[in-house]
């Protein structure tokens, strides 16, 4: 693809954004770079790209970028971004192709981390039917050897009740059904 620019035409590889294209249906060539995508999302503080520039990556055809910061891994899944779109791209999708890709590629994110909170926060919502924070940064704290992480913000949590000791689990067979005709969708 030729970008016309004031001083001169560039060629860039649209490949990718094609590939994206043909996986979600999500044309990231209509972002105009407004950022309010970025300006909502919960999770922008520990990424290391926010997503706003995560479309301006694919639109350049710069894949590596794209692929192996943390952004992928941090998102979570909420739709914010996809909501306050106004141009009406599904962005939470774009950023579920991207790490699909990237699973199927076998690329290592640089934080391996991140790449763990993504796990067990998928495997927590498939078992549980949704988050179950304190589990949640127990598995964490243990897996990545600081068991006593954070306590004294959980425990301050509890007290005020931002985050509850007993999970509530509705229907936990039902997210289970969900993951599974997934799976069976993408073979
Ligand atoms: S909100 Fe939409 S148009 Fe604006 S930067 Fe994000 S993806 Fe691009
Ligand atoms: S879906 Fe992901 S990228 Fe979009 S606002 Fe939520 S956490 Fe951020």
Partial sequence: ?????????????????????ERSGENV??????????????????????VAELMRYVQLGMVDEAMKGNTVWCC??????????????????????????????GIKADTKHTRLLNLVWMQMLRYMGRM?????IGILNVLTGRPFNDMKLGIRMMR????????TIKKPFETMKMFSRAKRLRK
């Fill in 76 to 105: 979570l899944s909420c739709q914010t971004c996809s909501a306050r779109c106004p141009r009406g791209i599904d962005i939470a999708h774009v950023v579920d192709t991207i790490r699909i890709i990237v699973q199927e590629k």
């Fill in 132 to 136: 179950y924070e304190i589990g949640m």
């Fill in 29 to 50: 060539f209509l972002c105009y770079q407004c950022r309010k995508c970025a300006a909502g999302c919960p999770s922008r503080m520990f990424m290391d790209k926010t």
């Fill in 160 to 167: 005020k009740g931002k985050i509850k000791l007993v999970p």
């Fill in 1 to 21: 693809m030729k970008v016309i620019t004031a001083k001169r035409d560039i060629e860039i590889d649209s490949s990718f954004a094609e590939e994206i294209l």
